[in-house]
């Protein structure tokens, strides 16, 4: 339910997988040493799933909706959509469990490539603050979300450039080796 894999540099329609030829996958490990760390759960049970519960408590998720995003249910939808694909950052994680649907989660690697990050059905995923991103929708058009937050949220994408904010300073100092 959640590949990675190194993206090619072609301008063609964001939404297709844009693999490089040969592909080239990576690991979960290696997401988790950028700091993105994922999971498989049971999308079908959210509502009484414990591992999902151990999770949320575990790292103080206490905040949690839901993001459908479609055309008819998401208001300002083209617009949105642009701006999720801009890359930016946060000053907290962004915690996103895809209950239904598909969609690509682009982060930054240590030496700024692009990693697409495919989560599907069942993936959870959480990127750190401070690590820059995008997100677009693959060609299936659809994701539904559930997003968690550590108290009230805060969306604010800060799109790059912005080196100066703590969070980004904090992310590179934990997760970016010295010397590197
Ligand atoms: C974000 O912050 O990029 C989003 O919320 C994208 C939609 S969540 C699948
Ligand atoms: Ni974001």
Redesign the pocket.
């Known amino acids: 339910v959640i590949q990675a894999w190194y993206m090619d540099d072609s301008n063609e329609d964001q939404r297709l997988p844009h693999h490089k030829d040969p592909k080239e996958f990576v690991s979960l490990e290696k997401l988790a040493e950028l700091g993105v760390l994922s999971w498989r759960l049971d999308a079908d049970n959210y509502e009484t799933d414990e591992a999902l519960k151990k999770i949320r408590e575990s790292r103080g998720y206490s905040y949690m909706d839901f993001c459908d995003i479609c055309p008819e249910k998401l208001p300002n939808y083209e617009e949105k959509i642009k701006s999720?694909f801009e890359e930016?950052l946060?000053t907290d994680e962004?915690i996103r469990y895809c209950v239904a649907g598909s969609g690509y989660f682009d982060v930054r690697d240590h030496n700024d490539a692009w990693i697409r990050v495919w989560v599907k059905k069942g993936g959870m995923i959480v990127?750190p603050a401070g690590i820059y991103?995008?997100?677009t929708l693959d060609t299936d058009n659809y994701i539904k979300a559930m997003r968690l937050f550590v108290g009230d949220p805060i969306w604010t994408?800060f799109n790059r450039p912005h080196d100066h904010l703590p969070a980004r300073k904090e992310y590179l100092e934990a997760f970016v080796e010295k010397g590197d």
Request: aromatic letters at 22%; proline letters at 11%; charged letters at 20%.
């Open positions: 999720f930016h946060h962004e990127l991103h995008r997100f994408p």
